[in-house]
Nanobody
């Protein structure tokens, strides 16, 4: 069973950059579609980005496209979200989530079976 652990969150200034990581264990990462979601205080969970099993398909929400970059290293069982041009509205807890590779990229959180505990990102203005 896939297990996911996020890390790398923290406090960053407006316009700064940060990379959050997601370490996978328990199953080969290449068997899973991976998405990043985030949840800001008092708001619903929001989809950020999705990568197919071998990253041949990468999708981004309009709110982060051009500023965020998702990558994965299946051999190292790691997933990354590089964030730049950070804005206060990017402040949230960031989660990585996985679904079986036979599934497609989706923004629907209910389709993902495996979730990490989240890592908090705070952008100060």
């Amino acid at each position: 069973q896939l297990q996911l652990v996020e890390s790398g969150g923290g406090l960053v200034q407006l316009g700064g950059s940060l990379r959050v990581s997601c370490a996978a264990s328990g199953a080969p990462l290449g068997n899973y579609v991976i998405s990043w979601f985030r949840q800001a205080p008092g708001k619903e969970r929001e989809w950020v980005s999705c990568m197919s099993s071998f990253a041949n398909i990468i999708q981004y929400a309009d709110s982060v496209r051009g500023r965020f970059t998702s990558t994965r290293d299946n051999a190292e069982n790691m997933v990354y979200l590089q964030m730049s041009g950070l804005k206060p509205e990017d402040t949230a807890v960031y989660y990585c989530a996985g679904r079986g590779a036979f599934g497609e990229c989706s923004a629907r959180a209910t389709l993902y079976d495996y979730w990490g505990q989240g890592t908090r990102v705070t952008v100060s203005s």
